[in-house]
């Protein structure tokens, strides 16, 4: 049959399917009394991002599952882009009702004849048939469906609203919905910026995403992409200049290399690990169907993109040094026992028969062995059974990567940063680790379980200072000493290097960490008041978990348990404000996508916080100001001031040029074999905790690597930067209930003439502030009303603590358990003031 009689047969079959059509849809029309109200465009709801923006009002990164969408009005579209749109899908959309009478009959001609001459379904059927049927579905009852619900569409709204939820609703893309997603997605800017080559790339993907994705087949895509081109030309929308200009500048700057992935995956997210932790804040937050990857919400969050903008600087430099000197350390001590002492132990053991001793040859060799086979050989295996699908040679496979992520959580080295506003608890930065990948997830920074060690001391300092007991001056003698616990087992502490100082006042033991003096603190207190105040300040208020948290011996109160950063950061900003509570928060409000606040997650605890009215106080403001004051002795002559600086750190200037120093404080720990280092320190502003260290526990970072010399300066780096442009602002003085008052520096009394070993200003509750006048120095001693009794009658306890040290061995013996080697000179200083706290057994004591 020519195709001069195929034409016209399919023009009237065409008219006579139509025809019966409109009768049956004349018809149905009886049955849509309600369809106005059902149709109305704000009830569409397409799936939305819900989106997280910073303090500022800075977007930080979008959650969406499979539909990345963001919604733009027809007004904020560019007219180039219409024009392609509608060159594309239907040049005489404003013109027909709903359905086009030619563009059926061409579709009905071009299945009938195998040829591709596209859908006969107009823009208003394509929405209609997205929103209300299956257009997976390739039936005749399906097309009767959706020019149905086309005729209803066309009643119900104009032709731009139509077109906009068209360009907004519509499959664009590997998980992008819409014309604004797309254009970010495929052109890494929005619609705003949009070229004329851009927007006919964009509309060929309504007809077929997979097919004319450019980044995936760009060449099928330059060829349609053109036809579009050439189609705006022919209805006047472009010139041929214009047309050929934009194409050409396009593929010259095309970039062959991107690879095609899903839009979640390929998100841009700021602060990868604050986003995570609001993720899962979210989880708890939501209730019944909210569902935070669709339903397009709004987040307003309390970080600070400048703030976590530094944080991750300071942390990855930290975290590439902690890495590289503890890698060079490690294979350092390898080798040095490889060739001296593993030769020695095979010599002994041959002599004396030792066949248990003299396997390590053996034992070296196999662990090489071992190495080199997950790092190397493992991998290659797995890649080939997975692809010829051997699943009990990828079990083998499976378990030695799991092999390979042990040893790697061994001895790699990571670290957390989180940043507190004290005032207000806003979390303003946050780094849970090295990298936030698939594989690493953990948030340390409010998951991490690690021991504080020395930073733990001001916790229960503070209770000693209410106790009246202990004061800023307080007189305590640092010498070897056995503390019994509960249970009647020993425990002797020892200062770092083994060294004992003598006669040290409260102010300089907390300052320098010194671990004997704080154990007598500890011990003169006692374990309930230690507990009761630790767990206050942490915000601890369950009985097991506080219970499993604190052990009831003396190792407590060297920070020998575990807590996280968040829960350090939090009892720290207490003492910063004013003891009153600080709750951290991250979320401040949640809108939905009209902008309504649906949760207000700040004023709710802003109410629970002023219905404990006076319970707010987790310590009294007199006993936080005392604390802030001995604390501010560690940045300025303790194992912070290295960290600061020393001093320039916190040195900035005002509007008019003036040079001011901002108030700081805190405190540094190191824990046992030196695993793990620690700074948290606060200003007037806010409070940040720092920790390094190691995932699973048995190494050890080094000497060299301690809270003062590696999470210190970190610490003193970042609170620089949040610092900058911040007015000058000191610490809250409550109106009465403290005294400041000048005390001879070595006995803590009131100083006379001949107090000439200097003399330090401190800061007591009302009350507690010394009466008496030296006692030390020879000529007041009639003043002072005779000497205070020396430890066990001695006249100068320095006299035997000059000479008492723990012997010493050379620093590669004992690298892994304890060392008390001397340090060389340019880490002595540094190092001292650290208080390492030791393991409870010593092998040098025993």
Request: aromatic share 10%; proline share 4%; hydrophobic share 40%.
């Amino acid at each position: 049959m020519s195709s001069k009689f195929i034409i016209p047969f399919f023009a009237i079959f065409t008219v006579i399917v139509v025809g019966v059509v409109a009768s049956g849809v004349g018809l149905a029309l009886a049955e849509t009394v309600n369809m106005k109200n059902q149709e109305n465009f704000q009830e569409f709801a397409p799936a939305l991002p819900t989106k997280l923006f910073d303090i500022n009002g800075v977007l930080i990164t979008e959650f969406s599952a499979d539909e990345k969408r963001e919604l733009v009005p027809l007004g904020a579209i560019p007219q180039r882009l219409i024009n392609a749109v509608l060159a594309r899908e239907d040049p005489e959309f404003y013109q027909h009702h709903g359905f086009s009478v030619r563009g059926i009959a061409r579709a009905f001609y071009g299945q009938f004849t195998g040829q591709s001459l596209g859908g006969g379904s107009t823009i208003t059927q394509q929405v209609a048939g997205t929103l209300y049927t299956d257009r997976a579905e390739r039936t005749f009852s399906r097309k009767v469906r959706e020019l149905w619900y086309a005729i209803q569409m066309e009643r119900r709204y104009t032709k731009d609203e139509i077109l906009e939820i068209y360009l907004n609703y519509m499959y664009m893309g590997p998980g992008v919905y819409g014309v604004q997603a797309a254009s970010k997605y495929f052109f890494n800017h929005g619609i705003e910026d949009i070229t004329l080559a851009e927007a006919a790339l964009l509309v060929i993907q309504l007809s077929s995403p997979a097919k004319y994705n450019p980044l995936d087949n760009p060449n099928v895509a330059r060829e349609r992409q053109r036809s579009v081109l050439d189609k705006m030309v022919e209805l006047g929308y472009a010139t041929n200049e214009e047309a050929d200009a934009s194409f050409n500048e396009y593929w010259d700057n095309y970039d062959y290399t991107r690879a095609s992935i899903s839009a979640y995956y390929n998100r841009d997210d700021k602060a990868p690990w604050f986003s995570e932790y609001v993720r899962r804040e979210l989880d708890n937050m939501m209730y019944g169907s909210m569902d935070y990857y669709r339903d397009g919400y709004t987040v307003r969050t309390t970080l600070n993109l400048e703030h976590q903008e530094a944080a991750e600087k300071y942390m990855s430099a930290g975290l590439t040094r902690a890495n590289r000197e503890y890698g060079a350390s490690r294979g350092n001590r390898l080798v040095r026992a490889e060739n001296t002492y593993i030769p020695i132990i095979d010599l002994l053991s041959l002599s004396f028969n030792m066949t248990g001793v003299r396997s390590t040859a053996t034992a070296r060799n196999q662990a090489r062995t071992m190495s080199r086979y997950t790092k190397v050989v493992n991998p290659v295996i797995d890649m080939a059974a997975l692809m010829f699908g051997m699943e009990d040679l990828k079990a083998l496979t499976n378990k030695g990567f799991a092999d390979l992520q042990d040893t790697i959580d061994q001895n790699v080295v990571e670290g957390a940063l989180i940043a507190i506003e004290n005032e207000t608890g806003y979390i303003t930065a946050i780094v849970g680790g090295s990298k936030y990948d698939a594989t690493n997830q953990l948030i340390r920074a409010t998951q991490g379980r690690v021991m504080p060690g020395s930073s733990f001391k001001p916790l229960y300092y503070s209770a000693a200072i209410d106790t009246g007991k202990f004061t800023p001056s307080t007189l305590i003698y640092d010498i070897p000493i056995v503390f019994h616990n509960e249970d009647g087992t020993p425990y002797i502490p020892l200062n770092f290097q083994g060294e004992w100082k003598g006669t040290v006042l409260l102010y300089s033991a907390l300052a320098h960490s010194m671990n004997v003096p704080s154990l007598k603190v500890l011990d003169g207190i006692g374990f309930d008041a230690a507990i009761s105040r630790a767990s206050e300040l942490m915000g601890i208020t369950d009985a097991d978990v506080i219970r499993r948290t604190f052990p009831r011996v003396y190792p407590m109160g060297l920070g020998i348990i575990s807590v996280a950063p968040i829960q350090m950061a939090r009892a720290f900003a207490i003492f910063a404000n004013q003891g009153r509570e600080v709750q951290p928060i991250a979320i401040r409000v949640i809108e939905d996508r009209n902008g309504k606040i649906i949760i207000d997650n700040e004023r709710n605890i802003r109410l629970e916080q002023q219905e404990k009215g006076k319970n707010i106080q987790v310590i009294t403001a007199q006993n936080a100001y005392v604390m802030t004051q001995l604390l501010k002795k560690t940045v300025e002559m303790g194992t912070l001031y290295s960290g600061s600086g020393y001093g320039s750190k916190f040195v900035f200037k005002d509007e008019s040029g003036e040079t001011f120093r901002m108030p700081a404080a805190g405190k540094t720990g190191t824990t046992q074999n030196w695993s793990d280092a620690w700074t948290v320190g606060f200003t007037p502003y806010y409070t940040t905790a720092i920790w390094f260290g190691f995932d699973k526990p048995g190494n050890s970072l080094g000497l060299n690597l301690t809270g003062a010399t590696l999470a210190g300066p970190v610490w003193g780096d970042f609170m620089r930067d949040i610092h900058q442009g911040l007015p000058y602002k000191n610490f809250t003085r409550p109106a009465e209930g403290v005294v400041d008052v000048t005390v001879c520096a070595r006995s803590g009394l009131i100083p006379t003439q001949a107090c000439n070993e200097g003399r330090v200003s401190l800061t007591f509750l009302s009350g507690t502030q010394p009466s008496q006048y030296c006692d030390i120095h020879a000529e007041n001693a009639s003043i002072a009303g005779g000497l205070r009794t020396p430890l066990v009658g001695l006249t100068d306890i320095n006299e035997l603590t000059r000479d008492l040290k723990m012997p010493t061995l050379p620093d590669d013996i004992l690298d892994t358990t304890i060392r008390f080697s001397t340090l060389r000179s340019s880490e002595t200083k540094e190092n001292l003031d650290e208080g390492l706290e030791m393991p409870d057994y010593n092998p040098l004591l025993d």
